[in-house]
C-alpha cells in the first residue's frame, strides 16, 4: 500500500526567504507524486508533479519539488516566500489512479 | 475553459436523512474522482469513476455511493447520513484518469450534518 508522510504540520517562514515543505513516500514500483495547495474554503490547486526524468520539477507559482529516490522524498522549495504563499500545502502520490494524500503542512509566510 | 464545478457549494442535513452531491468535470476530462477532507482524517479517497464505470473505490461504507453519466457528470449520494459524515467533499477530473495525469479540483460541496 502507498502511503506519504509531511512531517511538519506548520512551517514558518520570513517573506523573502527559502521555504521548503517536507514530503516522504513509499510506494510499490515508480511513483507518480503531485504537489497540491489549498486556500482557505477552496479546493485544490496543482502546483507540480513528477512523473519520470529531471529530479528537480518546476512548478507553478515559483514552486520547485525535488525528487529524491534513495531517501523516498519529494520536498517542495520555493527560492524567495511571499505572504501570499501562506496555504495548507498537501504531497499526494497517485497509484492507479488514486490520490493518496499526506496530512499537510500549513505553510505561515510572515512579512 | 471552465473549471470543475460542484453543487450546492453549501449542505446542511440531519442525521438519517440522504443528500446527492453533483460535479461537472473539466470538458473533456472523462475521469472523475471524489474525495472527502475532514480535521481528523485528512484528504481520503471515496471512488473514481471512468467513462460511466466505476474503476476504484476507497473504504468507505456502502452508505456512500456514486454514478457518473454519459456526458462525464458525476453525482455521490450518501444515505442514512450521520455526524461523522460532516466534511468538505471534493470533486476532481483528469484527462485520461491515468495515473500520471494531474487531477484538477471543484470547490467543494461543505456537508454539515445536524
Known amino acids: 500500500a502507498q502511503s506519504v508522510a509531511q512531517p511538519e504540520d506548520q512551517v514558518n517562514v520570513a517573506e523573502g526567504n527559502p521555504l521548503t515543505v517536507k514530503c516522504t513516500y513509499s510506494?510499490?514500483?515508480?511513483?507518480?507524486l503531485f504537489w497540491y495547495v489549498q486556500y482557505p474554503n477552496r479546493g485544490l490547486q496543482f502546483l507540480l508533479k513528477?512523473?519520470?526524468?529531471?529530479?528537480l520539477v518546476k512548478g507553478s507559482y515559483g514552486f520547485e519539488a525535488e525528487f529524491n529516490k534513495s531517501q523516498t522524498s519529494f520536498h517542495l522549495k520555493k527560492p524567495s516566500a511571499l505572504v501570499s504563499d501562506s496555504a495548507l500545502y498537501f504531497c499526494?502520490?497517485?497509484?492507479?489512479?488514486?490520490?493518496?494524500f499526506g496530512g499537510g503542512t500549513r505553510l505561515m509566510v510572515k512579512p | 475553459k471552465a473549471g470543475v464545478t460542484q453543487t450546492p457549494r453549501y449542505l446542511i442535513k440531519t442525521r438519517g436523512q440522504q443528500v446527492t452531491l453533483s460535479c461537472s468535470p473539466i470538458?473533456?476530462?472523462?475521469?472523475v474522482s471524489w474525495y472527502q477532507q475532514t480535521p481528523g482524517q485528512g484528504l481520503q479517497f471515496l471512488f473514481e469513476?471512468?467513462?460511466?464505470?466505476?474503476?476504484n473505490k476507497g473504504n468507505f461504507p456502502g452508505r456512500f455511493s456514486g454514478r457518473q453519466f454519459s456526458n462525464s457528470r458525476s453525482e455521490m449520494n450518501v444515505s442514512t447520513l450521520e455526524l461523522g459524515d460532516s466534511a468538505l467533499y471534493l470533486c476532481?477530473?483528469?484527462?485520461?484518469?491515468?495515473?500520471?495525469?494531474?487531477?484538477?479540483f471543484g470547490p467543494g460541496t461543505r456537508l454539515t450534518v445536524l
Open positions: 476532481a477530473s483528469s484527462l485520461a484518469g491515468q495515473g500520471h495525469n494531474e487531477q484538477f
Open positions: 510506494v510499490s514500483g515508480n511513483p507518480y
Open positions: 513528477y512523473i519520470t526524468g529531471d529530479n
Open positions: 499526494a502520490v497517485n497509484y492507479g489512479n488514486m490520490l493518496t
Open positions: 470538458s473533456g476530462h472523462r475521469s
Open positions: 469513476y471512468f467513462s460511466e464505470t466505476q474503476r
